[in-house]
């Protein structure tokens, strides 16, 4: 694990948001699938921040389109809070991601309903 300094805060009931700082790799992956798959299961929504995200790799993005999958599936909001590194917006870009999952650039937009 390069670094996974990450933190859940929960805005208001029924919303947690995952604010990620630094660098996440492939020994996160499992971390974060079992985190996000918990935080679903709790919450009507889920908001993924990585604005202070240094760094992201392919099974990180992986873990993400798991989780919209998911979400969809069980009728839940899943978001993306970005404003972030411009090597970790390109690779959002790249994958895909930023076409699939809703993104914010605020935290306000986050939120919304």
């Not at 599936?73 to 390109?90: I, Y």
Request: charged share 25%; with cysteine; net charge negative.
């Amino acid at each position: 694990m390069i670094d996974s300094s990450f933190q859940v805060t929960h805005p208001r009931p029924g919303v947690a948001v995952v604010t990620l700082r630094g660098e996440h790799d492939i020994s996160c992956r499992d971390h974060y699938r079992a985190v996000f798959g918990e935080l679903l299961d709790r919450h009507e929504l889920v908001v993924v921040d990585v604005s202070e995200a240094r760094f992201i790799d392919s099974s990180f993005i992986h873990t993400l389109f798991v989780t919209l999958r998911e979400a969809g599936e069980v009728g839940k909001s899943f978001r993306l809070q970005m404003g972030t590194a411009p090597v970790v917006h390109r690779v959002l870009e790249i994958s895909g991601v930023l076409d699939a999952i809703e993104v914010a650039h605020t935290r306000e937009e986050a939120l919304r309903v």
